[in-house]
């Protein structure tokens, strides 16, 4: 199985700074890469496809890059409603396996 | 609109069954593999298993292979996962899913306990 590594766990950060989630990949996965955000007792929302396709509705202040193992999820100017936890997940074969998770908290 | 809704949850015993169903509308259903998806309270997603398309293929997590098995109803529009000799470790909420995508179901929970 692909192992799927988060990095940090928990970031602290204040409204309107920057904030970057890394993901790695213990094998190259290509672009098959997406990014999800969950809030507490909702369902995953899907934030980035394809590594770096913003899924439709979802803000621009979301990036995603990356390819092969490296990849990672920016926030260019954090507003009070992305506090929630972020989830890389493969999708280059089964199973589609997720990061552990990295809760973004409030400074 | 898109919806995915769970349904089939609750408390079973140890050892006991379940079957959990995810009643699909808004999109068309028999384009897209679906995926089961599960958190157990205040931990990570975890993947649990895979139908494709048309149903000829399914896979399944160590952790429940053998125990689990996913199907699809495509004249109703439904899928499933049937649960058998559950654990205490398979307590969780339990997504349905067209991965990759924005349709996710708001989760069932499942409660394995005595």
């Known amino acids: 199985d692909i192992q799927m590594t988060q990095s940090p766990s928990t970031l602290s950060a204040s409204v309107g700074d920057r904030v970057t989630i890394t993901c790695r990949a213990s094998q190259s996965i290509s672009n098959w890469l997406a990014w999800y955000q969950q809030k507490p007792g909702k369902a995953p929302k899907l934030l980035i496809y394809?590594?770096?396709s913003l899924e439709s509705g979802v803000p621009s202040r979301f990036s995603g890059s990356g390819s092969g193992t490296e990849f990672t999820l920016t926030i260019s100017s954090l507003q009070p409603d992305d506090f929630a936890t972020y989830y890389c997940?493969?999708?280059?074969?089964?199973?589609?396996?997720f990061g552990q998770g990295t809760k973004l908290e409030i400074k | 609109e898109v919806q995915l809704v769970e349904s089939g949850g609750g408390l079973v015993q140890p050892g006991g069954s379940l079957r959990l169903s995810c009643s699909a509308s808004g999109f068309t259903f028999s384009n897209y593999a679906m995926h089961w998806v599960r958190q157990a309270p205040g931990r990570g997603l975890e993947y649990v298993s895979a139908?494709?398309?048309?149903?000829?293929?399914?896979y399944y997590a160590d952790s429940v292979k053998g125990r689990f098995t996913i199907s699809r109803d495509i004249s109703k529009n439904t899928l499933y996962l049937q649960m058998s000799n559950l654990r205490a470790e398979d307590t969780a909420v339990y997504y349905c899913?067209?991965?990759?995508?924005?349709?996710w179901g708001q989760g069932t929970l499942v409660t394995v306990s005595s």
């Open positions: 899913s067209a991965m990759v995508t924005s349709y």
């Open positions: 139908i494709s398309s048309n149903g000829g293929s399914t």
């Open positions: 394809k590594a770096s």
């Open positions: 997940q493969q999708y280059n074969g089964y199973p589609y396996t």
